[in-house]
């Protein structure tokens, strides 16, 4: 049951708010999000911060071994005490993608990039944070929201790791 | 449960809504014993941080008692009273274990978020959108709160509710802004916004030795909070001439450090206000940003501004020039709470720090919608609503 007070309502003002928000983001000199490019070599990076000989010795994070032959790893220490960098690529390395693609979870490497970041939480804090089922009231069908759910179901594998 | 939830632009509802459960081995779960409304909510309200969804649960400043406990939690027990700090952090990130405790590598499980925002993602927040997580909040009975043991703490037997509830965000986020703008024995401290955060800052700049600390506002009843429970001076900005008056009161230097504490919805008289709220309504900016360029232009050269208040994305006409050639140095960030609650709470106790009349007016969950309406108009002299969801 839901009683709401409107103080001025605007909620059809949301699904276009949202949109310019998105373009704002964007760097207009590049026409693009920023830094939303990827690295010729195909390497995704994280730095864990654990010891590069704990991390060696260490089983896989499921995550990444259940990749098996199909990625290369890296391991090597970070500079100045910041820990260790986890490096993954893939092996038949996809042709570049569209940073639209990237942001928005729909790249070749969408679910190795969410592997690397779950791995890099089971080595540092020993589980993966979970947020859903979390609660929440009725949940009504707006253009803004579609969106928003959209990009948050995407957002695990999403971004410019 | 019922909930406060965020029903659409400048629509607040009050619905059921499933009780959390423990989902984490580190999760605990708090029953709320007071949760307070926050400017910065006032953003998620007016759509200027659009990744909301309808029937999201507001709130983050919040305390309560311990309900449930995650197996692999070990300071916390069923029973506890405690203060949670807003953010989600793991503790355990390089970030975390440098106190810069709200760019958590771990606390925010949709980072392709506010990677494309704002290069990289930050930790989590309560109650603040599905950028910051898409945590529920806590206007509600119970809470879930990841990473138990390292985002909640122990309110001392002689602090009260009232008191500690502001230990979880306004007082750390006050703190975070004059510990990392640097202020130093001697300062003089000017801080942009006398409301709970602004206040804390003040309240901070003052401890940490500044030799004079000036409030600026616009509301009289703020500023009278600000002399009377900060012990800070106040200038009313809608009275005097705000860089005037500080070059004057620092013998025409200019404060050493300006802190603002007003964020992306900024007020000032004048055509400078209309210009910013016809670019910030078009989208041609996100953010207006008027505080921010007053502290820039009236800090002291090689002084330090900080930017306490929320910001989302872009503004315009940003002074860089008097950034560059004043060599000022210019800092931000969200709270790094969990470094500073413990000697938030151990001020509280000591009455070095006190807090409970930012809660100027404590309703139940059912009066949500009130609630924000008075806080948003300021209503009734409201300088925070607070609810009590036991109530």
New interface residues.
């Given amino acids: 049951?839901?009683?709401?007070?409107?103080?001025?309502?605007?909620?059809a003002?949301?699904g276009g708010?949202?949109a310019?928000?998105?373009?704002?983001?964007f760097d207009p000199s590049a026409g693009r999000?920023?830094?939303?490019g990827q690295p010729a070599s195909g390497w995704l990076v994280?730095?864990v911060?654990r010891e590069e000989s704990d991390i060696e010795n260490s089983p896989l994070p499921a995550p990444l071994a259940e990749f098996g032959d199909r990625v290369e790893l890296r391991v090597r220490s970070g500079s100045d005490g910041?820990?260790t960098e986890l490096a993954a690529r893939l092996r038949d390395q996809p042709t570049s993608s569209s940073a639209l693609r990237r942001?928005s979870?729909k790249d070749p490497q969408a679910d190795l990039r969410s592997a690397l970041?779950r791995a890099?939480?089971i080595l540092?804090?020993?589980?993966v944070?979970?947020?859903?089922?979390?609660?929440?009231?009725?949940?009504?069908l707006?253009p803004?929201?579609a969106f928003?759910?959209a990009?948050?179901k995407?957002?695990?594998?999403?971004?410019?790791? | 449960m019922r909930a406060v939830t965020w029903r659409g632009v400048n629509e607040i509802g009050v619905e059921d809504v499933p009780e959390p459960m423990i989902l984490n081995d580190q999760d605990i779960i708090v029953e709320v014993g007071l949760s307070a409304t926050c400017g910065s909510d006032l953003h998620l309200l007016g759509g200027y941080i659009p990744t909301m969804r309808a029937g999201d649960v507001l709130g983050h400043e919040f305390m309560g008692t311990v309900a449930e406990v995650g197996r692999s939690v070990t300071k916390h027990h069923v029973g506890d009273r405690v203060v949670v700090v807003s953010f989600t952090s793991c503790g355990q990130c390089w970030y975390c274990r440098q106190g810069l405790w709200s760019l958590c590598d771990n606390g925010n499980p949709n980072p392709g978020i506010t990677e494309a925002l704002w290069g990289q993602a930050i930790g989590g927040c309560y109650g603040y959108s599905h950028a910051m997580g898409g945590w529920a909040g806590s206007h509600a009975r119970y809470i879930r709160v990841p990473y138990g043991d390292q985002g909640a703490f122990p309110i001392p037997e002689n602090v009260s509710d009232e008191r500690a509830l502001f230990a979880s965000d306004a007082a750390p986020t006050g703190w975070t802004g004059a510990h990392q703008a640097g202020v130093q024995h001697g300062d003089v401290v000017a801080v942009w916004g006398g409301g709970g955060v602004g206040q804390m800052a003040a309240r901070a700049a003052m401890l940490m030795g500044a030799d004079r600390v000036v409030v600026i506002d616009r509301y009289e009843n703020r500023l009278e909070q600000v002399r009377t429970h900060i012990g800070a001076e106040t200038l009313d900005y809608e009275a005097v001439d705000v860089p005037a008056e500080l070059r004057e009161m620092s013998g025409g230097r200019g404060p050493d450090v300006c802190i603002e504490a007003v964020g992306m919805e900024a007020h000032t008289p004048g055509a400078q206000h209309v210009y910013d709220q016809v670019k910030q309504q078009m989208r041609l900016q996100t953010d207006r940003p008027a505080a921010v360029r007053e502290a820039i232009y009236a800090c002291r050269k090689g002084g330090t501004v900080f930017t306490l208040g929320v910001f989302a994305g872009l503004v315009d006409k940003f002074p860089l020039g008097a950034v560059m050639n004043k060599a000022l140095t210019l800092r931000g960030a969200q709270q790094h709470g969990h470094r500073y609650i413990p000697e938030i709470l151990e001020l509280m106790s000591r009455d070095e720090v006190k807090t409970e009349h930012l809660a100027t007016h404590v309703m139940s969950l059912e009066e949500g919608p009130k609630g924000y309406a008075m806080f948003k108009n300021k209503e009734d002299g409201c300088v925070r609503a607070v609810f009590r969801p036991a109530s």
């Fill in positions: 049951m839901t009683s709401s007070t409107t103080v001025a309502s605007r909620a003002r949301a708010t949202l310019r928000h998105v373009r704002t983001a999000p920023a830094g939303s994280v730095t911060l910041k820990g942001l979870g970041r890099k939480q540092e804090v020993g589980e944070l979970v947020v859903d089922p979390t609660p929440h009231g009725e949940r009504t707006t803004g929201g928003v759910e990009w948050t995407a957002a695990p594998e999403a971004g410019v790791l």
